[in-house]
Every structure is written in C-alpha cells, then in structure tokens.
C-alpha cells in the first residue's frame, strides 16, 4: 500500500516537474521572440545596418555599441574611412579606427560597408592642391588599390563614387572630373574591382527620388554596363523629411532603378523633424544657413520631442517600411545614417547646434515609438 502511494507521489511529481518544466520553456521563448532584434525581424528582407561613429568604433561609448551589435546585422562607417582620415596626407595611411571598425564587424558577423573612395568632400586638401593630373590620378590609383586590397574579403561593399551628380542630372565639376576627365566614374569602379572582385561596388547620392538627377545617374549604370564594368547597386542615401519626399516619389525611384538592373540600398535614411532652411529660402544648399543658428524658430523642440511629433515620425517611418517590405525583392539593405539622437549629424546640418530627433533611439538610448511601430510591422 505504502509503495503504491509512493508511486502515486512520485508520477504525481514527475507530472508536475514535466509541467513547470514545458511552461518555463514557454515563457522564455516568448519572451525571446518579445526581444527580437529589429535585424532579426527583418532578416528574411533585407539587412538593417547602421552608420557607427569613432566613439562606437573604439567602445567608448558602450551603450550605442551595445545597441548596435544587437539590433542591427550591418555597419557602415560614419566618418572613419573617408580619404581625409585615411589618407591626410601622399601616401601617409592611418588604419588605426578602419581596422578597428572592421574587426568590429568581423567578431560580430555583420555585414561591412566602406564608405567612401571617391568623394569631393572630407578629401585630403593635397588631393585639392595637386595640380598634376598625372599624379592626383595616380593618388586615386594608390588609394583605392591600398585601402581596397587591405579589406580584400572583409568589407562586403564598398561605396565606389559618392555624390557625383548634380540637381540636373550633369556630372558635378569635383576636382574628380577636373583631374581625370568624363570618364572618371567608369576609372575607379575598375580600379575598385581589381582590388576585390568579389566586394559590391556601389553608386551612393542623394535626391535621387528626382527624375532629373536620377535619370543622370541611371544614365552612367547604363554607360558602366554597357562597357562591361561591374557595378552592383545604387545606394539612395534618405536624409528625408516628415513629408516629403512622397510615397509615390520613393515608390518611382525604387521601380527605376531595379529596372536599370541594379540592386537598390538605402544607405544612409534618418528622417529631419525640424524646419528646413530650404522650404524658406529656396533651394540653393550652397548658401550659408548660419544665420539661423540660434534662431528658436529652427530649433523648436530643445527640451523634448512633443507627442504629437514623436507620434508623425513613427508613422512616416512605418509608411516607408511598408513600401521597402512590398519591394524587398529589389532592396538588399536599409541603413539608418546613426544610432542615437544625441549623435545624429542632423543636429549640426544644415544649422548648427539644433536638437533634433531624426533617428530610432532617443538620448536615453532607449527605443522610440518609431522602432517598436517597425519591430511591430513584422509578425514574430
Ligand atoms: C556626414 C557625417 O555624418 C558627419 O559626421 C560629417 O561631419 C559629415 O558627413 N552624405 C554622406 C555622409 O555620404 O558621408 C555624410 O556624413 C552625410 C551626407
């Protein structure tokens, strides 16, 4: 009798341990899929990268590290591996904070971009100075064989050229085009691919949702293609605003330039909350907005971001989501140029000293209303 109850006890306890044992398994695997990161949600699209600054590179500021490694699959460098840091002067290279960023990406198994080899801003001033073509052309040749050849199989894709096409869709007159003549584009995507053939090579620009300009650019993928030189997408770099540009307007680019058999990134998308200079004073981005630093009228939300606009930006950022989710067949990666609000560059351009909100994550480092609005958009 005694063992027969014993045995009860026993199946009784087994039963129970079994029970406790399928629940805990239970929550914690919600509670996991609650967790996900964004990256992981969105993993069967397309990567989720973000742009890293120097301070995140080197784990100074820990917490953006932290969020970085586990909310995103992809990194592009803010400023570290553009030519004036690389190279500041003839064929002195410093690949202290490259290096860095590269194993960064390496131990983290993220995607790696290099952003950029050939752009008219934050160049070396002796490339500005050097009146030879001869020589500035050979400068460009060490440069990209250098730095190209050093990440060989490590950086995944490389932003080629940057910024190379005016409003109107003509080649913007850099010390580029001076320097190498028409044909320079077509130059240094070669030299791109001899150092790696198997990296990405990448056209980067902005305000590519006009058709002018585009048309310039898809213009020279064709003239690329045709002459049998490698290129593998366009990156739309998206400093957009709360309205503009418009759906329809992203939806035209993204159709455009899949048809131009290329792949399509989004390379550098944050979202401007505050006025823009522009909508005031026309469209010339040459003039000098430094008299409206200072000036409470740009800066409208210095202590905090109101409900009202936090709740605008989450719904902006799900609208061009839903668009990039219906054409992830075309998209290969969506980067968000920062991780913070506090660091965006946003605060600093096109005025000095504003406090702006253009990002996923507020000054706290916590998550906004627009992250958990895209982390949402995908069922677990
Ligand atoms: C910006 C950086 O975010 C700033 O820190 C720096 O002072 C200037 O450059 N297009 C690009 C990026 O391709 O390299 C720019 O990055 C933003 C515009």
């Not at 190209?148 to 096409?165: H, L, M, P, Q, T």
């Amino acid at each position: 009798m005694i063992q027969k109850i014993t045995r009860h006890a026993f199946t009784i306890i087994t039963i129970a341990i079994v029970c406790i044992l399928i629940s805990a398994n239970g929550l914690s695997n919600s509670n996991k899929i609650k967790v996900d990161s964004l990256s992981d949600r969105y993993k069967d699209l397309f990567h989720l990268g973000a742009a890293i600054n120097q301070d995140i590179i080197f784990g100074k500021d820990v917490q953006s590290l932290n969020i970085v490694t586990s909310e995103f699959n992809s990194i592009t460098p803010e400023n570290s591996l553009k030519w004036l840091y690389l190279q500041p002067s003839p064929n002195k290279f410093n690949f202290i904070a490259a290096d860095k960023y590269v194993a960064l990406g390496i131990k983290n198994n993220m995607n790696i971009v290099g952003h950029a080899l050939v752009w008219h801003n934050q160049l070396a001033d002796f490339m500005k100075n050097t009146s030879s073509s001869a020589a500035f052309t050979n400068h460009v040749k060490n440069h990209i064989h250098t730095v190209v050849s050093r990440y060989k199989g490590k950086i995944d894709a490389w932003d080629v050229v940057n910024e190379a096409f005016k409003e109107d869709g003509s080649l913007r007159p850099s010390v580029f085009k001076k320097q190498m003549g028409e044909n320079y584009i077509e130059d240094v995507f070669k030299l791109a691919e001899t150092a790696d053939p198997d990296a990405d090579l990448i056209y980067n620009d902005y305000n590519l949702y006009k058709p002018a300009k585009r048309a310039g650019v898809l213009k020279m993928v064709k003239k690329l293609q045709d002459n049998g030189i490698k290129i593998n997408a366009i990156g739309v770099q998206a400093h957009w605003r709360l309205k503009s540009p418009s759906l329809n307007e992203i939806e035209q680019m993204i159709l455009d330039i899949s048809a131009a058999g290329v792949d399509l990134m989004f390379t550098e998308l944050d979202i401007t909350v505050l006025p823009n200079p522009w909508e005031l004073v026309g469209a010339e981005v040459t003039q000098n907005f430094s008299k409206f630093e200072g000036d409470p009228k740009m800066d409208p939300y210095p202590n905090g971001l109101p409900k009202e606009i936090e709740i605008q930006l989450a719904k902006r950022y799900k609208d061009i989501f839903k668009l990039f989710m219906k054409h992830q067949d075309k998209i290969s990666r969506v980067t968000f140029w920062g991780v913070i609000d506090q660091y965006s560059w946003l605060n600093d351009w096109p005025i000095k000293g504003r406090t702006n909100y253009p990002l996923l994550f507020n000054r706290e480092y916590q998550p906004k209303l627009a992250y958990k609005t895209l982390a949402n958009l995908i069922e677990n």
